[in-house]
T-cell receptor, first 115, second 112 residues
Framework: DAGVIQSPRHEVTEMGQEVTLRCKPI?????LFWYRQTMMRGLELLIY????????DSGMPEDRFSAKMPNASFSTLKIQPSEPRDSAVYFC?????????????FGDGTRLSIL | SQQGEEDPQALSIQEGENATMNCSYK?????LQWYRQNSGRGLVHLIL?????REKHSGRLRVTLDTSKKSSSLLITASRAADTASYFC????????????FGAGTRLAVHP
C-alpha cells in the first residue's frame, strides 16, 4: 500500500509568489493533518481535516495560509503571498481514525525555501 | 509551550548500548505515542501506549507511562547504527479533538 504522497519534495521560490503544496493521504484514512517543522519551533500542527471537513485550523499562522480538501484523496496547502519566514519543511499526515487508531502516517515532506 | 518535552535533547552512544529517552507532558491524555524521524524523511510511528497502560513492548522498544508524574520513557535496547534518528513523543488529549501535540525531540546518534 502506498504511503502518504507529497509533492513537490522541494520548492524554491521568491518572496511574494504563491506556493501550493499537495498531499495524497492513504486510502481509507479519515483524518488528514498538515504540519510545519522548523529548527526554532519544532513540529507544529497547522490544520486537520476529518472526512474532508476542516476541524481545527487554530495553528494556521496567518490569513496568507489556506488549506483545502476537495475529496478524500487530495489536499492542498497554499501560501499567498509567501514570505522568507515561511521557509520550513511541511508535512502531511493521515490516520485511520481517532483513539487507538490515531497513529499518524507521514509523508516525506516538502522542503520550502522562500528567497 | 509544547505539550510534550523530551529529554535529553541529544544522546550519543555506542552500538550495543541501551538508549533511554524521556518525555513529560502537562495535561490529561488519551494516549501517548512515540515516533522516529530519519534525516530528510517524515516521522514514522513506533508505538502507542494508552493512558490506562503502564508498559508496552515492541521488539527492542520498551515504553513506560506514569500518568501520576505525567511522564513517559522510551528504551531502545541493544542499539544499532540504524537507530540513529530523532525521536519524538506525541500526546493525544483526553476528549475533544483528535490531534497530537509533538515534543521537541531527542536526537540519538549510535556509533559503530
Amino acid at each position: 500500500d502506498a504511503g502518504v504522497i507529497q509533492s513537490p519534495r522541494h520548492e524554491v521560490t521568491e518572496m511574494g509568489q504563491e506556493v501550493t503544496l499537495r498531499c495524497k493521504p492513504i486510502s481509507g484514512h479519515d483524518y488528514l493533518f498538515w504540519y510545519r517543522q522548523t529548527m526554532m519551533r519544532g513540529l507544529e500542527l497547522l490544520i486537520y481535516f476529518n472526512n474532508n471537513v476542516p476541524i481545527d485550523d487554530s495553528g494556521m499562522p496567518e490569513d496568507r495560509f489556506s488549506a483545502k480538501m476537495p475529496n478524500a484523496s487530495f489536499s492542498t496547502l497554499k501560501i499567498q503571498p509567501s514570505e522568507p519566514r515561511d521557509s520550513a519543511v511541511y508535512f502531511c499526515a493521515s490516520s485511520p481514525a481517532g483513539g487507538d487508531q490515531s497513529a499518524q502516517h507521514f509523508g516525506d515532506g516538502t522542503r520550502l525555501s522562500i528567497l | 509551550s509544547q505539550q510534550g518535552e523530551e529529554d535529553p535533547q541529544a544522546l550519543s552512544i555506542q552500538e550495543g548500548e541501551n538508549a533511554t529517552m524521556n518525555c513529560s507532558y502537562k495535561t490529561s491524555i488519551n494516549n501517548l505515542q512515540w515516533y522516529r524521524q530519519n534525516s530528510g524523511r517524515g516521522l514514522v510511528h513506533l508505538i502507542l501506549i494508552r493512558s490506562n497502560e503502564r508498559e508496552k513492548h515492541s521488539g527492542r522498544l520498551r515504553v513506560t507511562l506514569d500518568t501520576s508524574k505525567k511522564s513517559s520513557s522510551l528504551l531502545i535496547t541493544a542499539s544499532r547504527a540504524a537507530d540513529t534518528a530523532s525521536y519524538f513523543c506525541a500526546t493525544r488529549f483526553s476528549g475533544g479533538y483528535n490531534k497530537l501535540i509533538f515534543g521537541a525531540g531527542t536526537r540519538l546518534a549510535v556509533h559503530p
